[in-house]
């Protein structure tokens, strides 16, 4: 009988480009820039996932201002950047896949300690995790976020990236506006989910302007924040149809969570407290240990997580691709994904524990993902983002045994 599912492998059009395949690396927090600009370092990890056969690998987090910084050893989208950024894409298209940035603003997860301001918020408000207080962004400023993104997927564009992502999740500055919590405003910016959608909405549409027709544009979308008070799916749909009527983004990623609220909402399966404990300051680890399940939340992990809620989207999008997040681990997974309606599957923490999984589900169709949800790469990111479980990554390649010693060990 003949196996009539979708080919997940087969080349697709993303906008104006063409992808080899619909696996797209989705973006993780990479922590290897620490001066804000390209390294080698950067530049290997993107190598590994497109020499393991993804179609597209997602630079994060890019940062559109220096203010904009959620985290440190991120790349900040500027002309000094521009030299790096075209080795990165050139190493990448080399290795026959497409690469995107993703471009953000962190608003309220923002450290004043890192980007020396105080972080900004639709209304004002106290980040729960670092009890930092965020002061109201002003309408002034509020252009001035739009012109930044604008001018950071110029730069993209003017690197060689494929696609920029808008980073519309996780209750990063975009994504607080929409959320009925945060936002609190009482001018066009605030009230009913129409003038909440307003601020996503000029982004994308700056950034379409910029870059025209010369890379595909992206955006990811919080479908639930996962916390009472925030936005729900009923909400998050009808900002998808805002932005689709727009037609200013060639597809749609679809997310849940928060950086602010119970993070393993996003995540599901082992809660890492410990680990999170240790990389904390002294004083504040015993409170870590103590309420770090209870703060970051506790959510089993299941295979295609985020589908139910994912699935909502698909009969409402008109001009938008739909991109499929969370809990994809093998070739089924991918399969499923497109019976459903998603033109793009998205795979994080799986190739994290291993680049080349594409190409080895490419050769043998039961081949499933090694990674087992210990969400302890969650912590990595405040040094580089890794999978623990692979060695090299922590510890550096492991030396040649010297020619002596190996022809004597293959003597006994």
Not at 239 to 246: E, F, H, M, P, S
Not at 298 to 323: H, W
Request: aromatic residues 6%; contains cysteine.
């Amino acid at each position: 009988m003949t196996d009539r599912s979708p080919d997940p492998f087969a080349p697709v059009q993303l906008g104006p480009v063409r992808l080899r395949n619909r696996v797209i690396k989705a973006a993780t927090s990479e922590g290897r820039s620490p001066d804000g600009l390209v390294t080698d370092d950067l530049i290997e990890f993107h190598r590994g996932f497109a020499a393991g056969g993804v179609g597209m690998t997602t630079v994060a987090y890019c940062c559109v201002s220096p203010q904009a910084a959620s985290a440190p050893g991120q790349i900040v989208m500027n002309i000094e950047a521009l030299p790096g950024l075209r080795r990165l894409t050139d190493t990448v298209h080399d290795a026959g896949a497409a690469v995107s940035a993703q471009l953000g603003h962190a608003g309220v997860v923002a450290q004043k300690k890192l980007t020396g301001v105080t972080a900004v918020a639709p209304s004002r408000f106290v980040n729960p995790t670092s009890f930092a207080y965020c002061r109201a962004i002003t309408r002034s400023e509020i252009a001035m976020v739009v012109d930044q993104f604008g001018e950071a997927a110029h730069v993209a564009a003017d690197a060689g990236f494929d696609a920029v992502e808008l980073h519309f999740g996780h209750l990063y500055l975009p994504s607080s506006f929409l959320s009925p919590l945060i936002n609190r405003r009482k001018d066009e910016y605030g009230g009913d989910i129409d003038n909440r959608s307003r601020f996503v909405r000029q982004i994308a549409r700056r950034v379409r302007e910029v870059v025209g027709e010369r890379i595909a544009v992206i955006a990811k979308l919080n479908m639930d924040d996962g916390l009472p008070g925030g936005i729900w799916i009923d909400e998050a749909l009808r900002t998808a149809q805002l932005l689709d009527r727009d037609a200013c983004l060639d597809a749609l990623e679809l997310t849940q969570g928060s950086s602010v609220f119970k993070p393993m909402y996003l995540f599901r399966g082992d809660v890492p407290v410990r680990e999170f404990a240790g990389v904390m300051p002294p004083a504040l680890r015993p409170g870590v240990q103590l309420m770090g399940r209870r703060l970051m939340g506790s959510y089993p992990y299941q295979d295609l997580y985020m589908l139910e809620a994912a699935r909502q989207f698909v009969p409402v999008m008109r001009n938008t691709k739909l991109i499929l997040l969370g809990g994809i681990t093998n070739r089924e997974h991918l399969q499923t994904g497109m019976r459903e309606g998603f033109e793009f599957l998205a795979m994080g923490r799986a190739l994290l524990r291993e680049p080349d999984l594409v190409n080895r589900m490419i050769a043998d169709d039961s081949t499933r993902s090694r990674c087992n949800h210990n969400n302890k790469c969650m912590v990595t990111v405040f040094g580089r983002t890794h999978c623990v479980l692979d060695p090299e990554q922590r510890y550096g390649a492991v030396a040649p045994m010297p020619a002596t010693r190996s022809a004597t060990s293959a003597q006994t």
